[in-house]
């Protein structure tokens, strides 16, 4: 039953922000640990951020200090602030669990940077 909607994406310039949501359909999502991942064109998906329900976070290396992923529990959101974007990180990006269902990815939402 657990149902994850992701959206926020765009096409932005390079150094440009924008701002991502994961809607769960419930609150379980506020005891999950969640995480971003993302698809770009010929690459394998790949984990970007990950949060624990205490908040303990975790990034992708080449996202440290760009990326921010956090959660409004009552809103059943999870979020993934991106900040100082580079066309290296144009990808679909989606939401799940840490450790994934497949029965819940979903259409994910584009994310285009590009001049």
């Known amino acids: 039953q657990v149902q994850f909607v992701e959206s926020g994406g765009g096409l932005v310039q390079p150094g440009g922000s924008l701002r991502l949501s994961c809607a769960g359909s419930?609150?379980?999502?506020?005891?999950?640990?969640m995480g971003w991942y993302r698809q770009a064109p010929g690459k394998q998906r790949e984990l970007v951020a990950f949060?624990?329900?205490?908040?303990?976070?975790n990034y992708l290396e080449s996202v440290k200090g760009r990326f921010t992923i956090s959660r409004d529990g009552a809103k059943n959101t999870v979020y993934l602030q991106m900040n100082s974007l580079k066309p290296e990180d144009t990808a679909v990006y989606y939401c799940?669990?840490?450790?994934?269902?497949?029965?819940?990815w979903g259409q994910g939402t584009q994310v285009t940077v590009s001049s």
């Open positions: 419930g609150s379980i999502i506020n005891i999950l640990t």
């Open positions: 799940n669990k840490y450790v994934p269902d497949d029965r819940y």
């Open positions: 949060i624990f329900s205490g908040g303990i976070t």
